[in-house]
Nanobody, 123 residues
Framework: VQLQASGGGLVQTGGSLRLSCEGS????????MGWYRQAPGNQREFVAT?????????KYADFVKGRFTISRDSAKNTVYLQMNSLKPEDTAVYYC????????????????WGQGTLVTVSS
């Protein structure tokens, strides 16, 4: 499975960005796709995930609820992260991830990672 993330960039506080993650290869076995982020000096942290089954169940970190929305286009094997009301503390490298586990409980249960896309929010 290969994951290609895109859409990062520089935005002012309060602005919006949309990240995309396209999966390819043997993606049929993937149960969950989502996003993590890592700011300099910090550990990689969970942002949002969505299941690949018909239910499309979403899960969000508390610090993005109401601001970020994860969605998918199953036909394109692509997951999106719409980020609104961005804050300087959202500045990080955002990584797309995919897990074969039905309910991954931590980043260690993700099997595949994209290359990361940098999001910078200026104050």
């Amino acid at each position: 499975v290969q994951l290609q993330a895109s859409g990062g960039g520089l935005v002012q506080t309060g602005g919006s960005l949309r990240l995309s993650c396209e999966g390819s290869g043997s993606i049929f076995g993937v149960s969950v796709m989502g996003w993590y982020r890592q700011a300099p000096g910090n550990q990689r942290e969970f942002v949002a995930t969505i299941t690949r089954d018909d239910n499309g169940i979403t899960k969000y970190a508390d610090f993005v609820k109401g601001r970020f929305t994860i969605s998918r286009d199953s036909a394109k094997n692509t997951v999106y992260l719409q980020m609104n009301s961005l804050k300087p503390e959202d500045t990080a490298v955002y990584y797309c991830a995919a897990s074969m586990t039905v309910i991954p409980l931590s980043r260690f249960e993700y099997d595949y990672w994209g290359q990361g896309t940098l999001v910078t929010v200026s104050s």
